[in-house]
């Protein structure tokens, strides 16, 4: 070895020695589940969304309800210990043609998803209405909470055309799911 005292003259060899004998690897995207968030997307689906890494895995503790039993739900899928999607459901009061997301309202563009979707740069989101005849209305669920919102958000995803575009078929795949696993009587 030649020795030059300079460290990263070392670190260029070592490089170039893993290099030549195939040793290196690039990162890439790591195995995702086949089934993600409630059985909503297939993992392959949104492997576009995802940053290079070593491990993923997902974690969504809640189950997909939020009528019945809370207000609610949320799935993250992870890369390398950092949250890389994070998929969102919530009963709200407002519906189409109010003010459900001011960001959204400002920063997105609109698309064809529930009833009002958007895309934006990092995510995607929508609301819709979801009768509901069969649920006892009270305190805990009042009559006027009927809307659902749904978000997606990514995290390290570039702002690029297809990005958005994933972001847009997932976002409407999402809403159908959605309308069927609530049991949504307008769906």
Same mark, same amino acid.
């Given at each position: 070895?030649?020795?030059?005292?300079?460290?990263?003259?070392?670190? #260029? @060899?070592? &490089?170039? =020695?893993?290099?030549? !004998?195939?040793?290196?690897?690039?990162? %890439?995207?790591?195995?995702?589940?086949? %089934?993600?968030?409630? &059985?909503?997307?297939?993992?392959?689906?949104?492997?576009? $969304? =995802?940053?290079?890494?070593? %491990?993923?895995?997902?974690? +969504?503790?809640?189950?997909?309800?939020?009528?019945?039993? *809370?207000?609610?739900?949320? !799935?993250?899928?992870?890369?390398?210990? /950092?949250? #890389?999607?994070?998929?969102?459901?919530?009963?709200? +009061?407002?519906?189409?043609?109010?003010?459900? +997301?001011?960001?959204?309202?400002? /920063?997105?563009?609109?698309?064809? @998803?529930?009833?009002?979707? /958007?895309?934006?740069?990092?995510?995607?989101?929508?609301?819709? $209405?979801?009768?509901?005849?069969?649920?006892?209305?009270?305190?805990?669920?009042? @009559?006027?909470?009927?809307?659902?919102?749904?978000? $997606?958000?990514?995290?390290? #995803?570039?702002?690029?055309?297809?990005?958005?575009?994933?972001?847009?078929? $997932? =976002?409407?795949?999402? @809403? *159908?799911? #959605?309308? /069927?696993?609530?049991?949504?009587? +307008?769906?």
């Amino acid at each position: 070895m030649i020795r030059t005292g300079t460290r990263p003259v070392v670190a #260029a @060899a070592v &490089g170039l =020695l893993l290099l030549l !004998c195939g040793c290196s690897k690039e990162p %890439s995207v790591p195995s995702i589940p086949q %089934s993600l968030c409630w &059985g909503a997307f297939v993992g392959s689906s949104v492997v576009p $969304l =995802l940053p290079k890494g070593e %491990s993923a895995y997902q974690r +969504n503790e809640l189950p997909f309800d939020v009528f019945e039993k *809370q207000s609610n739900t949320y !799935c993250s899928l992870f890369v390398d210990d /950092h949250a #890389a999607l994070v998929v969102q459901a919530e009963r709200r +009061n407002s519906g189409k043609g109010t003010e459900w +997301n001011r960001y959204v309202q400002k /920063h997105g563009t609109p698309i064809q @998803a529930g009833d009002e979707g /958007h895309v934006w740069s990092g995510g995607a989101g929508t609301v819709f $209405l979801c009768e509901r005849p069969d649920l006892p209305r009270g305190p805990a669920l009042p @009559a006027s909470q009927k809307y659902v919102e749904l978000e $997606l958000t990514t995290d390290r #995803a570039p702002d690029t055309p297809r990005t958005r575009e994933v972001l847009t078929g $997932l =976002l409407q795949q999402y @809403a *159908q799911f #959605a309308k /069927h696993k609530l049991k949504c009587s +307008n769906a």
